[in-house]
Protein backbone atom coordinates (compact mmCIF):
# COMPACT_ATOMS: atom_id res chain seq x y z
CA UNK A 1 0.00 0.00 0.00
CA UNK A 2 1.38 3.21 -1.18
CA UNK A 3 1.44 6.12 1.48
CA UNK A 4 0.35 9.56 0.48
CA UNK A 5 1.96 11.52 3.26
CA UNK A 6 5.49 12.71 3.28
CA UNK A 7 5.87 12.12 7.09
CA UNK A 8 10.15 11.58 7.56
CA UNK A 9 9.50 10.13 11.06
CA UNK A 10 10.56 6.92 9.32
CA UNK A 11 12.02 8.35 6.44
CA UNK A 12 15.44 6.57 5.64
CA UNK A 13 16.56 7.48 1.96
CA UNK A 14 15.24 10.18 0.00
CA UNK A 15 16.63 9.74 -3.81
CA UNK A 16 16.60 12.55 -6.32
CA UNK A 17 16.70 12.50 -10.31
CA UNK A 18 18.94 14.88 -11.63
CA UNK A 19 18.17 16.42 -15.09
CA UNK A 20 15.11 18.40 -15.38
CA UNK A 21 14.89 17.99 -11.17
CA UNK A 22 17.53 18.67 -9.20
CA UNK A 23 19.22 20.81 -12.02
CA UNK A 24 17.30 23.11 -14.56
CA UNK A 25 18.53 22.05 -17.19
CA UNK A 26 16.67 21.05 -20.24
CA UNK A 27 17.84 23.78 -22.48
CA UNK A 28 21.45 23.04 -22.19
CA UNK A 29 20.16 19.37 -23.58
CA UNK A 30 18.35 20.36 -26.16
CA UNK A 31 20.60 23.20 -27.44
CA UNK A 32 23.62 20.74 -27.51
CA UNK A 33 21.91 17.66 -29.16
CA UNK A 34 20.54 20.49 -31.83
CA UNK A 35 24.17 21.08 -32.44
CA UNK A 36 24.84 17.40 -32.40
CA UNK A 37 21.93 16.75 -35.07
CA UNK A 38 22.70 19.50 -37.22
CA UNK A 39 26.09 18.44 -37.83
CA UNK A 40 24.10 15.12 -39.27
CA UNK A 41 21.70 16.31 -40.97
CA UNK A 42 18.93 15.15 -39.41
CA UNK A 43 15.86 17.52 -38.22
CA UNK A 44 16.17 19.57 -34.59
CA UNK A 45 15.41 17.34 -30.82
CA UNK A 46 12.02 18.24 -30.78
CA UNK A 47 11.16 16.07 -34.24
CA UNK A 48 13.72 13.64 -33.70
CA UNK A 49 13.05 12.71 -30.04
CA UNK A 50 9.71 10.74 -31.61
CA UNK A 51 11.92 7.88 -32.31
CA UNK A 52 13.21 7.53 -29.12
CA UNK A 53 12.33 4.73 -26.42
CA UNK A 54 10.89 6.30 -23.76
CA UNK A 55 12.39 3.61 -21.09
CA UNK A 56 16.11 3.94 -21.97
CA UNK A 57 17.82 6.99 -21.28
CA UNK A 58 18.87 9.73 -23.45
CA UNK A 59 22.46 8.61 -23.60
CA UNK A 60 21.14 4.88 -24.63
CA UNK A 61 18.68 6.32 -27.40
CA UNK A 62 21.85 7.42 -29.62
CA UNK A 63 22.33 4.23 -31.36
CA UNK A 64 18.32 4.88 -32.19
CA UNK A 65 19.07 8.14 -33.65
CA UNK A 66 22.30 7.96 -34.93
CA UNK A 67 22.83 4.50 -36.30
CA UNK A 68 26.38 3.32 -36.13
CA UNK A 69 27.67 7.04 -35.40
CA UNK A 70 26.09 7.01 -32.27
CA UNK A 71 29.51 6.97 -30.36
CA UNK A 72 30.80 9.88 -32.07
CA UNK A 73 27.67 11.43 -31.91
CA UNK A 74 27.63 11.17 -28.15
CA UNK A 75 31.17 12.04 -27.40
CA UNK A 76 30.06 15.30 -29.48
CA UNK A 77 27.27 16.03 -27.42
CA UNK A 78 29.03 15.81 -24.33
CA UNK A 79 31.55 18.37 -25.44
CA UNK A 80 28.84 20.64 -26.38
CA UNK A 81 27.03 20.50 -22.93
CA UNK A 82 30.28 21.04 -20.98
CA UNK A 83 30.65 24.24 -22.85
CA UNK A 84 27.10 25.41 -22.57
CA UNK A 85 26.58 23.70 -18.79
CA UNK A 86 28.27 26.19 -16.45
CA UNK A 87 26.18 29.36 -17.92
CA UNK A 88 22.87 27.94 -18.24
CA UNK A 89 22.54 25.22 -15.46
CA UNK A 90 20.47 26.52 -12.56
CA UNK A 91 19.35 25.12 -9.46
CA UNK A 92 14.97 24.64 -8.40
CA UNK A 93 14.41 27.12 -5.89
CA UNK A 94 13.46 25.38 -2.81
CA UNK A 95 16.07 22.07 -3.59
CA UNK A 96 19.10 23.15 -0.97
CA UNK A 97 16.63 24.31 1.22
CA UNK A 98 14.69 20.79 1.33
CA UNK A 99 18.15 18.80 0.91
CA UNK A 100 19.10 20.30 4.15
CA UNK A 101 15.58 19.89 5.48
CA UNK A 102 15.93 16.66 5.11
CA UNK A 103 19.85 15.97 6.19
CA UNK A 104 18.94 17.71 9.06
CA UNK A 105 16.00 14.59 10.21
CA UNK A 106 19.31 12.60 9.45
CA UNK A 107 17.54 11.30 6.25
CA UNK A 108 20.25 10.18 4.03
CA UNK A 109 20.00 11.83 0.32
CA UNK A 110 20.95 10.27 -2.69
CA UNK A 111 21.34 10.89 -6.52
CA UNK A 112 19.89 8.25 -8.64
CA UNK A 113 20.13 9.57 -12.52
CA UNK A 114 20.50 7.12 -15.63
CA UNK A 115 23.15 10.24 -16.53
CA UNK A 116 26.32 9.61 -17.72
CA UNK A 117 28.41 10.47 -14.64
CA UNK A 118 31.16 12.19 -16.26
CA UNK A 119 28.63 15.00 -17.03
CA UNK A 120 27.25 15.03 -13.73
CA UNK A 121 30.56 15.52 -12.41
CA UNK A 122 31.22 18.84 -14.20
CA UNK A 123 27.76 19.82 -13.35
CA UNK A 124 27.10 19.32 -9.86
CA UNK A 125 29.77 21.32 -8.31
CA UNK A 126 27.60 24.65 -10.45
CA UNK A 127 24.83 23.83 -8.67
CA UNK A 128 25.49 21.94 -4.90
CA UNK A 129 27.79 21.34 -2.48
CA UNK A 130 29.02 17.98 -3.32
CA UNK A 131 28.69 16.84 0.69
CA UNK A 132 24.81 17.17 0.53
CA UNK A 133 24.78 13.77 -1.20
CA UNK A 134 25.47 10.63 0.80
CA UNK A 135 25.39 8.81 -2.57
CA UNK A 136 25.29 9.22 -6.45
CA UNK A 137 24.47 6.46 -9.15
CA UNK A 138 24.83 7.18 -12.85
CA UNK A 139 23.97 5.14 -15.78
CA UNK A 140 25.68 2.27 -16.33
CA UNK A 141 26.72 1.84 -12.77
CA UNK A 142 23.29 -0.16 -11.55
CA UNK A 143 22.62 -3.86 -12.64
CA UNK A 144 19.45 -2.13 -14.67
CA UNK A 145 18.72 1.54 -14.78
CA UNK A 146 15.71 3.76 -14.64
CA UNK A 147 12.84 2.60 -14.80
CA UNK A 148 13.80 -1.03 -13.60
CA UNK A 149 13.87 -0.90 -9.86
CA UNK A 150 17.53 -2.28 -9.68
CA UNK A 151 19.25 0.85 -9.75
CA UNK A 152 16.95 2.81 -6.84
CA UNK A 153 17.76 -0.50 -4.99
CA UNK A 154 21.56 -0.50 -5.51
CA UNK A 155 21.80 3.11 -4.65
CA UNK A 156 20.34 2.87 -1.49
CA UNK A 157 21.26 -0.52 -0.13
CA UNK A 158 24.25 0.88 2.03
CA UNK A 159 21.19 2.45 4.27
CA UNK A 160 18.55 0.00 3.97
CA UNK A 161 17.14 -3.05 2.49
CA UNK A 162 13.62 -2.43 3.21
CA UNK A 163 12.41 -0.42 0.78
CA UNK A 164 9.07 1.01 1.28
CA UNK A 165 6.78 4.11 0.69
CA UNK A 166 7.68 5.35 4.52
CA UNK A 167 11.55 4.36 4.30
CA UNK A 168 12.17 5.45 0.94
CA UNK A 169 11.17 8.24 -1.87
CA UNK A 170 12.14 8.59 -5.33
CA UNK A 171 11.80 12.10 -6.27
CA UNK A 172 11.83 13.13 -10.45
CA UNK A 173 9.99 14.62 -13.02
CA UNK A 174 9.62 11.69 -15.43
CA UNK A 175 6.98 8.34 -15.58
CA UNK A 176 10.51 6.78 -15.59
CA UNK A 177 11.12 7.54 -11.83
CA UNK A 178 7.63 6.83 -10.78
CA UNK A 179 8.65 3.33 -12.44
CA UNK A 180 11.19 3.20 -11.14
CA UNK A 181 9.93 4.18 -7.13
CA UNK A 182 6.69 1.74 -7.72
CA UNK A 183 8.86 -1.05 -8.80
CA UNK A 184 11.01 -0.91 -6.32
CA UNK A 185 7.89 -0.29 -3.05
CA UNK A 186 9.22 3.41 -2.90
CA UNK A 187 7.02 6.22 -2.57
CA UNK A 188 7.06 8.04 -6.22
CA UNK A 189 6.94 11.89 -5.53
CA UNK A 190 6.84 13.94 -9.39
CA UNK A 191 7.91 17.71 -9.66
CA UNK A 192 6.71 19.57 -12.61
CA UNK A 193 6.71 18.39 -16.19
CA UNK A 194 8.31 15.57 -17.63
CA UNK A 195 11.93 16.74 -19.57
CA UNK A 196 10.56 15.16 -22.96
CA UNK A 197 6.75 16.24 -22.74
CA UNK A 198 5.41 12.60 -22.81
CA UNK A 199 2.05 11.36 -22.39
CA UNK A 200 0.92 9.20 -20.07
CA UNK A 201 -1.75 8.31 -17.69
CA UNK A 202 -2.52 9.02 -14.20
CA UNK A 203 -1.74 6.90 -11.52
CA UNK A 204 -3.54 7.65 -7.94
CA UNK A 205 -0.59 6.12 -6.21
CA UNK A 206 1.82 9.06 -7.55
CA UNK A 207 2.17 12.51 -5.13
CA UNK A 208 2.58 15.84 -8.00
CA UNK A 209 4.29 18.33 -6.90
CA UNK A 210 4.17 21.58 -9.57
CA UNK A 211 7.68 22.68 -7.85
CA UNK A 212 10.50 22.13 -5.88
CA UNK A 213 8.80 24.88 -3.34
CA UNK A 214 5.19 23.61 -3.27
CA UNK A 215 7.29 19.95 -2.17
CA UNK A 216 9.27 21.90 0.09
CA UNK A 217 6.62 23.28 1.57
CA UNK A 218 4.32 20.38 2.05
CA UNK A 219 7.15 18.79 3.80
CA UNK A 220 7.11 21.54 6.54
CA UNK A 221 3.55 21.18 7.32
CA UNK A 222 3.35 17.83 7.47
CA UNK A 223 6.28 17.30 9.84
CA UNK A 224 6.22 20.95 11.84
CA UNK A 225 9.48 21.88 10.59
Excluded at 4 to 17: G, M, P, S
Excluded at 29 to 42: M, N, R
Excluded at 183 to 199: H, L, S, T
Aim: glycine share 4%; hydrophobic share 40%; aromatic share 10%.
Amino acid sequence: MQSQTLNVEKLRVAAFDWDNTLSLNRDVLVKSIDKVLAEYGLPKWEVVKNKRNPDLSFRDNFPLIFGDNFVTAYEKYCAYYRELAPNKVKAPVGAIDLLNLLRDKNVKVVVVTNKDRRLLEFELPFLYQPELFDNIVCGHEAPKDKPAPQQLEFAVQKFTTNITSESVWMVGDSAMDSKCALAAGAKAVRIGNPIWGDAEKQDGRIIRFTDFSSLLQSVKEQNNA
